[in-house]
């Protein structure tokens, strides 16, 4: 399993939040496209039952989404989510490219505790994240100073992968 060092991801911590954003999204997708992302961005809580596409790599994406994929439940409780196989989650799937196999969600959360966005990363290759990319991808969030600190949050929702997966740090 291709381990990610999300540690050395080179990040501004001012400035306004859109540039902090884009520049997340182009550290992260430079230093790991090459090792299993297929996109990489954030969608923004636009009103109560839809969010917006914000920056993004490195493809067109789905804009606005329903609260009803991953995104919207990463939204919704608050927690970041992993996906092992998307072919799994049935309807529950927002699919924006039918090539991607594996997901991640971490949610951006104001100072009083309420989630303003999301970040979404996907991958062609089922089984792609475990919950040591979720962890360092929550970790990055926070420096960036784009989420509060998640706490016990960031351990994510398992949707749609394997129970084995639970084990791993």
């Known amino acids: ?11 501004p911590t001012c400035g306004p939040r859109e540039d ?17 992302y297929s996109w990489v961005g954030f ?12 920056p993004r790599r490195d493809k067109p994406a789905c804009s606005p989404i329903g609260l009803h994929g991953m995104c919207g ?3 919704r409780e608050r927690r970041s989510v992993l996906v092992h196989d998307v072919r799994t989650l049935g309807e529950h799937y927002v699919a924006c490219d039918p090539r991607d196999m594996a997901e991640v969600v971490v949610p951006l959360l104001d100072p009083d505790g309420d989630c303003w966005g999301v970040l979404d990363v996907d991958s062609f290759e089922v089984g792609a994240f475990t919950a040591t990319d979720v962890l360092g991808l929550a970790r990055l969030v926070e420096r960036a100073g784009l989420s509060e600190p ?3 949050r960031a351990w994510p929702i398992l949707a749609g992968t394997p129970v084995a997966r639970l084990s791993e740090p």
């Open 150 to 152: 998640m706490g016990d």
């Open 43 to 54: 969608y923004l809580k636009a009103d109560s039952d839809e969010m917006t596409l914000g």
């Open 73 to 75: 439940l990463a939204q």
């Open 1 to 11: 399993m291709l381990t990610r060092d999300y540690d050395s991801v080179p990040l």
């Open 20 to 36: 902090r954003m884009c520049a997340l999204v182009d550290a992260l997708w430079d230093r790991f496209a090459a090792h299993g």
